[in-house]
């Protein structure tokens, strides 16, 4: 009798250890806290994009650059794209930008808006920017994008899935 109270005493202390050795759900990464630096989402002020190393290059320039025709508002105050004729594209307006090729918007930064058929307005950077810094300001104008940026897929071949 002794024992068979000993076994039912020992089986209640096992039983809610037993419950901690459930596995807990491992959490989730969060893409901020590997991220290189972040950017507020211009359309919505609670979404903060995650920035890689490249990107945040990207940013650094816009924000020396391109800011005064290519955003509402600047970190020294509002821009001046409201003055320009015609109006040039937000950065990250995707309805607009994502359409470009990257090969057009790198042809469009070093050469500027007039060598291909643009605004005038749109002046050359290819003395003053690398073709890597340029490319950098591509990479962070398509994390930026609104809607997101969808790299263009492989062309279809007779052998693809449809």
Sequence with gaps: MKFRRWISLLLMTIAPISGCRKHAEAPKPDSLLSAYDTETDWTDAQ?????????SQGKRIFYQQCVWCHADATPAGPSNRSNLTPVPPLLNDGATLNAESDEFMLNIITLGGSALGKSAMMPPYGKMLSTEEIRSLIVFARAVAQPPYQPPGRPASQYSAK
């Design 47 to 55: 979404k903060i994009i995650p920035l890689s190393y490249q990107q």
